[in-house]
């Protein structure tokens, strides 16, 4: 069964720092994709950033990173030089098959502070 | 130009009524999705519809209908509704089915059922 987990449950972080979300996941399946999405307190879901189960170089869009480590089954999303704007659920997801479904975890907020 | 949008944005109704939530999206994208969003943030999908055709069909009451008329739309009918059917409806879509299409997310349906 796929599994999807995200410990942090909630974080502060200062202004221009970074800060680096948590994601562990669990698939017997060697092709699999990894998401991340920002929901705002507006409510949208908004797609940051993904990674393939055979991508070798982490992947990177703007200020976010994923900081991808395979064999510890792990995806850490990392934002650099946070903005307020950043304040927001991030979720990551997992989906491990063509005709399945994406799962998500249960999220992190993240409250940046001026 | 919205990409996936979603009517109506909230919908508050009596339990036993029936009520019908649109979706629409522009990109050209293949494959449509259905999530529900808990008063806890965790996000889980209903139904996926490929080329119009039903992909995924999650443990959900048959009192929920999806109907895809063409690829561009995804309707999720609800009949008799419930108190436990209070919840934010997530529409997405993805150029395809595979692993590694991110999923773009149209606004929500925040639904009340008093």
């Known amino acids: 069964a796929q599994k999807i987990t995200q410990t942090q449950p909630g974080m502060f972080v200062q202004e221009k720092e970074a800060v680096t979300l948590d994601c562990t996941y669990d698939t017997s399946d060697q092709s699999y994709g990894l998401f991340w999405y920002k929901q705002p307190s507006s409510g949208e879901m908004i797609f940051l950033i993904y990674q393939g189960s055979y991508d070798e170089q982490n992947a990177t869009e703007g200020r976010y990173s994923l900081n991808f480590q395979k064999a510890r089954k792990s995806a850490n999303l990392v934002i650099s030089a946070s903005q307020l704007g950043d304040s927001a659920m991030y979720f990551c997801?997992?989906?491990?098959?063509?005709?399945?479904?994406?799962?998500f975890g249960a999220g992190t907020q993240v409250v940046v502070t001026p | 130009d919205t990409a996936v949008s979603q009517t109506p944005k909230y919908l508050v109704t009596q339990m036993g009524n029936d009520k019908s939530i649109k979706c629409e999206q522009n990109l050209g994208h293949d494959t449509m999705y259905w999530y529900k969003q808990d008063s806890k943030k965790f996000l889980k999908i209903m139904f996926s519809?490929?080329?119009?055709?039903?992909?995924i069909n999650e443990t959900v009451p048959n009192r929920f209908s999806p109907k895809s008329p063409d690829k561009a739309h995804l309707n999720l009918h609800i009949n008799s509704l419930e108190l436990g059917d209070s919840a934010v409806y997530f529409c997405?879509?993805?150029?395809?089915?595979?692993?590694?299409?991110?999923?773009?997310f149209g606004p929500g349906t925040r639904l009340t059922v008093t």
């Open positions: 997405a879509s993805s150029q395809g089915a595979g692993v590694a299409y991110e999923q773009y």
């Open positions: 997801a997992m989906k491990a098959d063509s005709w399945g479904k994406l799962q």
């Open positions: 519809y490929n080329n119009k055709e039903l992909i």
